[in-house]
């Protein structure tokens, strides 16, 4: 019942019960209308309470799961690949629980299902799928349904499927990484194709596939010997892109690492002055102009797009790597990770590489470069005790 008084000669109410929002209601004349002006919001309450109750107990964890990707996920401006990946995720939950109601789901068979998905994905994917899971019973709960979230508690993530080495994801021969360097300075010919430009790029600067494909010539400083990374190409929407996370940086109003200027090395300076002025004379002599004068400007008039995608790039660097006879074959990120191994051992420093490559500090660079690392300070001290002198 509400809690009904007289205060400074006019009546009001107050409902203060468990499960229903407390409410308060003044100004009324007599006692009377406070009572029946309590009474029909109590109900009102009440019946919205028990409405959500039977509504939590038959709800559907794939339900649950819709809604806070509708809601939180999918109106976001994020990629088109995040948004594939959420949506992934969410199709497995719906092909493995199908219409289950989410309070008969419990903590052995919740597990079970992190084992089976464990035993096709690593440990960070799983962890991702938990926390998608999680995520979204906790927006219901905030909802105020009555959700049973045990089943969620104390979980195991227990992958079968190991992480790729960090030696297979880049080049860890010098002489392999100099022998694809020379490769591609023998052919590179503009005329052919300017993919051979972009997988020379990769080699020898840190910049993401998708920056070094955005790149236009004002983002060139020859005289400075500086790249300016602003923004991604996106090989799905074919077109540029904000940089990587820029949503969320914008949101929390802190600089994005990812927008950034990095060093240019005299040899990339001049392939790239050299691309320049074949591409300035080609595109004349053709009668063509690069309207959104980007650097990997694709000429030919049987391509789609005005650079190529970044599965191109990949494709070209498996078939060089293969030409060459090199192992492992890597990505177009794995480019770019060949590079920074070069520079770990050289003796850039790892918070100098993390800021090049576009990272908020250095965990990442540290979790795939420890060995290096470790490699690089042996050396180090070796040189130090004289070992090294003649």
Known sequence: MARIRKRNGKWEFEINRKNLPRKFGSGFKTKREAQDAASKLEGELIAEYQERLSYSRSIKLIDILDRWLEIEILSQPL????????????????????????????????????????????????????????????????????????FLKSVKLISQKRSKHPDLKYLHSKKDYDKVLEFLLITMDYKHSVTDFVVFLLFTTPLRPSEVLSLKWDDIDFESQEIHSHCRWSSHK?????????????????????????????????????????????????????????????????????????????????????????????????????????????????????????????????????????????????????????
């Open 238 to 390: 074919h077109r540029i892109v904000p940089p990587k996370n820029d949503y969320m940086y914008r949101k929390a109003n802190r600089k994005n690492p990812a927008e950034r200027k990095v060093p240019m090395s005299l040899q990339v300076k001049e392939v790239l002055q050299k691309l320049e002025f074949d591409q300035k004379r080609l595109l004349r002599l053709y009668d063509m102009e690069n309207e959104q004068n980007f650097v990997f400007y694709q000429f030919k008039k049987n391509t789609r797009h005005p650079v190529p995608d970044e599965s191109t790039v990949n494709k070209r660097l498996k078939t060089i790597l293969r030409d060459l006879n090199i192992h492992p074959i890597i990505t177009a990120y794995g480019a770019r990770h060949t590079y920074g191994s070069v520079k770990i051992q050289e003796g850039v420093p790892i918070e100098v590489l993390a800021r090049w490559f576009g990272h908020k500090d250095t965990a990442t660079l540290r979790e795939v470069y420890l060995h290096l690392m470790r490699e690089t300070e042996d050396e180090w001290s070796q040189r130090e005790k004289g070992i090294f002198e003649s």
């Open 79 to 150: 990629d088109h690949d995040t948004k594939t990946r959420y949506i992934r995720r969410r199709n497995v939950v719906e092909g493995y629980f199908k219409d289950r109601d989410v309070n008969s789901i419990v903590r052995s068979e919740y597990q079970e299902f992190l084992n089976w998905y464990g035993q096709r994905y690593e440990v960070n994917e799983l962890g991702r799928m938990n926390a998608n899971i999680t995520k979204a019973v906790n927006f219901a709960i905030a909802d105020k349904m009555e959700i049973d979230d045990s």
